[in-house]
């Protein structure tokens, strides 16, 4: 469904249904952002061995497909193969997916589950590959509990997943990626997923993307990590954009977001937190970086650190590199910014205000019709990743007289006494 000037897109199966739809750019847009990631996947296409007929491998619960298990499907598809999964639940961990084999539900995430029962990362990704439309839980590696992706790669693609309950690191404070983590691909794509209460001993608890790679249009909640980057850990090459950053801590600093990430823009980072009552860290954002980067159209909001230190900070950029911090409603957190002398926030504004959120309690982070973060409120356009999608609060008329009833003690009965 379109709307005026934005392509609206729902939700993968097996989202929490309360929660209102991502707002993304036209897909102009969004392609003139992306245009390395699409040059380069359309490259690695043209490097896949020519086939005249790419075999769907279809694979069914009671093991009565193609094969019988998801990963004899894997190890039996050729290049550029799918391998289409029936719904049920899979106790499988799956190692060398690649060969641009794409790994694809029938029904969903909501319907197909993969659980690697805590004996390895779900899945092991050993090259170019798809992963899209399943729940994959309960994985345990030393990287990438839910996908670990360190080949390096021409392209990897995580679309439509539910990634939770997953951890990295085997050893005490190591491990990146608890939900997803992906070394040095040469292009990666993680879009449209839910990736929640995933963990990782050192950083990256939802996702941690070294290389270059698109993080954008998905809900990543209550993650966690004992060092960087609770929600998202990322390199200078990577892009966070439109994503829903809620609920992620650290023990040390970057609760929603942390690294050198190139571009942070129109998210919602709110009530994220740090675990660190001695210095003020970023409990939203805590970027460091040496390359030019952005922090823009975002609402960070409601991040802190313990109850009483003070110590949560909005957005905290350590920068030797030209960072524009502009055009983010930053507001309600223990301290909205600490930014070193390289962080530019005079170019474009900043705001701080209530940005308004329709109810978050009820996982609507769409924007009030008065919200000084909607497009026709101000010069930045949308900030924050969900549009308008509610009007002011109500106002009902009523009388001195009906106000003083509610004040006015009831008369008890006599059976009350």
């Excluded at 004996?119 to 170019?128: F, L, M, P, T, Y």
Aim: contains cysteine.
């Amino acid at each position: 469904m379109r709307t005026k000037g934005r392509l609206t897109l729902s939700l993968p199966i097996g989202f929490e249904s309360s929660v209102l739809r991502l707002q993304q750019l036209e897909r102009t847009h969004i392609f003139s952002g992306s245009v390395s990631f699409l040059l380069a996947l359309a490259f690695s296409f043209s490097l896949l061995a020519p086939k005249v007929w790419a075999k769907t491998w279809h694979i069914m619960n009671d093991g009565s497909g193609d094969a019988p298990t998801i990963q004899a499907g894997v190890d039996s598809a050729d290049s550029g193969d799918t391998v289409l999964v029936g719904p049920g639940t899979y106790y499988e961990s799956i190692v060398s997916l690649g060969n641009g084999v794409s790994l694809i539900s029938m029904e969903g995430s909501e319907a197909t589950v993969i659980d690697a029962a805590r004996a390895g990362s779900v899945i092991q990704v050993s090259g170019d590959a798809t992963i899209e439309g399943f729940t994959l839980k309960n994985g345990l590696a030393q990287n990438g509990g839910g996908i670990s992706a360190r080949v390096g790669a021409n392209y990897i693609i995580i679309r439509g997943n539910v990634i939770t309950m997953n951890t990295a690191g085997l050893q005490t404070d190591s491990g990146f990626g608890g939900g997803v983590n992906i070394l040095d691909f040469q292009n990666a794509l993680i879009e449209n997923n839910h990736i929640s209460d995933n963990y990782a001993g050192d950083s990256g608890g939802g996702i941690a993307v070294t290389g270059p790679g698109f993080i954008r249009n998905n809900i990543i909640r209550g993650n966690g990590c004992h060092v960087g980057g609770g929600g998202v850990y990322g390199g200078n090459q990577t892009e966070v954009t439109w994503n829903l950053i809620v609920e992620n801590w650290s023990d040390s600093f970057g609760g929603g977001v942390e690294g050198s990430v190139a571009k942070i823009s129109n998210n919602t980072i709110i009530k994220n937190f740090i675990n660190n009552s001695a210095f003020s860290q970023g409990a939203g954002i805590q970027l460091g970086t040496y390359s030019p980067s952005e922090i823009r159209n975002n609402i960070v909001a409601y991040n802190h650190g313990p109850t009483g230190s003070g110590t949560g900070v909005g957005i905290k950029c350590i920068s030797l590199g030209n960072l524009l911090v502009g055009c983010n409603d930053v507001w309600s957190n223990d301290v909205d910014y600490e930014l070193s002398a390289n962080c530019d926030t005079t170019t474009l504004r900043n705001l701080s205000a209530d940005p308004e959120i329709c109810d978050p309690d009820a996982e609507n982070y769409g924007l009030r019709s008065t919200s000084p973060c909607a497009p026709s409120n101000g010069n930045c356009g949308l900030i924050g990743a969900f549009d308008v999608i509610c009007g002011p609060v109500a106002i009902i008329p009523t009388t001195w007289g009906r106000i003083k009833t509610f004040y006015t003690p009831a008369t008890r009965s006599r059976s009350g006494l």
